[in-house]
């Protein structure tokens, strides 16, 4: 049985990776040239503006050079799960059961549970490897121009690196299968793949992301808040930090409002918030060594989605008549 559902799958696993090593051979490349780059210009090591070397003109040289490459790479490895699932997960079953070929499958001694299994596992398996595998190489490949992608936690930088890019394939993968299962309709498959991956992607991202761990405060007067200028270009926050939250008081201690329409295109941001009565701010924020812990939270949940996606597929193959 599994050889039987290699011979199925080999075609759009080896097409599968082809493209995952084309992209990574893409991003070791890059990785190499950002090197050279940094030594060239005496600026090795850094990953943010700071002291020393690492000026913010020529950390912004560096954004200039690198920017076209960090805006289209995150873009490509955002598509690659969904990609997968239209083109491995969804198929895998409905063109069986369109085409009639299940019904050969099913009467060679080998019950539905082990279609199911051995088909999922043969096709799924391996493409669940590589996207793993691209993504820790995506890291590494991304770390010297951690100052041009705002740092690992950022979007779409999270997304496309360490543990996640493999979570969400599973997740595309598991969405094609069931609504395989479900619809026996390779093109209806597809197009609930491209639906549900993004309502998941962008509602837990953006809802639930923030909340897997408990973020930093830092607090200052406008002053020691907006002094970018007496800090050589260097935010009150690291620069890699994911702001999550913030909060203004007055100089009663109270909380005011802010509004960054009401300032006028001539005043410095500190005018406008000591204008609207603001003496004190803090922020809420994820340093960029929660990276590991959002990512290991954020891909048991996707995980988990998975898992109850697969088992639906299960149980409507174990259900309907096929």
């Given at each position: 049985m599994t050889w039987v559902a290699w011979r199925q799958q080999r075609f759009q696993l080896l097409m599968s990776a082809l493209l995952i090593t084309a992209v990574a051979a893409v991003m070791v490349y890059y990785r190499f040239s950002a090197d050279a780059y940094m030594q060239e210009h005496g600026i090795a090591g850094c990953l943010r503006i700071d002291e020393g070397a690492c000026t913010a003109s020529a950390m912004n040289a560096l954004s200039d050079t690198y920017k076209t490459y960090v805006s289209v790479i995150p873009m490509v490895l955002l598509c690659l799960p969904v990609l997968l699932g239209m083109f491995a997960g969804a198929p895998l079953f409905a063109r069986e059961i369109e085409q009639g070929t299940h019904v050969f499958g099913l009467t060679q001694s080998v019950g539905r549970g082990r279609?199911?299994?051995t088909k999922a596992l043969v096709a799924g398996a391996?493409?669940?490897?590589?996207?793993?595998?691209?993504?820790?190489l995506g890291f590494?490949?991304?770390?010297?121009?951690?100052?041009v992608t705002r740092g690992p936690l950022m979007t779409p930088g999270f997304e496309t690196q360490g543990l996640t890019l493999a979570a969400y394939t599973v997740l595309a993968f598991a969405v094609g299968v069931a609504a395989g299962l479900l619809f026996r309709n390779t093109l209806v498959a597809m197009a609930v793949v491209i639906g549900l991956y993004l309502v998941a992607l962008v509602g837990i991202g953006g809802a639930a992301r923030p909340h897997y761990l408990a973020a930093e405060r830092v607090s200052g007067t406008v002053a020691q808040s907006?002094?970018?200028?007496?800090?050589?270009?260097?935010?009150?926050l690291p620069d890699d930090a994911w702001r999550v939250g913030s909060a203004y008081y007055g100089a009663d201690g109270r909380a005011v409002a802010f509004n960054p329409s009401g300032c006028e295109g001539t005043e410095t941001i500190q005018t406008c918030l000591t204008k609207q009565g603001v003496v004190k701010q803090s922020a809420d924020y994820h340093p960029v060594s929660h990276f590991w812990g959002l990512q290991a939270v954020e891909s048991g949940v996707f995980l988990a989605l998975s898992a109850g996606l697969l088992g639906l597929g299960a149980w409507a193959l174990r259900r309907r008549v096929l």
């Open positions: 279609w199911w299994a391996p493409l669940t490897l590589l996207m793993l595998g691209l993504g820790l590494w490949a991304l770390r010297p121009l951690n100052h907006t002094g970018e200028s007496e800090r050589g270009g260097r935010s009150w």
